[in-house]
């Protein structure tokens, strides 16, 4: 249901910007982040952002440097990622659920039903 695209690969200090849509339903109500997994690693958090667009989260090593945003009507959510790092190099995954995630929650990947293919994203230093 969720479809991930505009990985790439791209030189550090360049931006990407990954797009996730819905293709059947609607999250408009729900939650909607961005998770990331590099080789040898577990999924790690990177960014959500609650249904009115008004609370987003973001983890200390993207801070400053990417941006989640979403367009309810057209059930996408996009993550622009500026000043990219090697260290950013990972398969991305974009997540949703249905309802608003607790806050205290927005970082667990288990709190999130729905989930993308991934969509790769290598930077070279």
């Known amino acids: 249901q969720l479809q991930a695209s505009g990985g790439g690969l791209v030189s550090a200090g360049d931006s990407l910007q990954l797009s996730c849509t819905a293709s059947?339903?609607?999250?408009?109500?729900?939650?909607r982040a961005w998770f990331r997994q590099a080789p040898g690693k577990e999924r790690e958090f990177v960014t959500a952002?609650?249904?009115?667009?008004?609370?987003?989260l973001y983890a200390d090593s993207v801070k400053g440097r990417f941006t989640i945003s979403r367009d309810n009507a057209k059930n996408t959510v996009y993550l622009q990622m500026n000043s990219l790092k090697p260290e950013d190099s990972a398969v991305y995954y974009c997540?949703?659920?249905?309802?608003?995630?607790?806050?205290?929650?927005?970082?667990?990947?288990?709190?999130?039903?729905?989930w993308g293919q991934g969509t790769l994203v290598t930077v070279s230093s």
């Open positions: 997540a949703a659920s249905l309802n608003r995630v607790i806050t205290s929650r927005l970082r667990d990947r288990g709190a999130y039903a729905y």
């Open positions: 059947e339903g609607t999250f408009s109500s729900g939650t």
């Open positions: 952002i609650r249904p009115s667009g008004f609370l987003d």
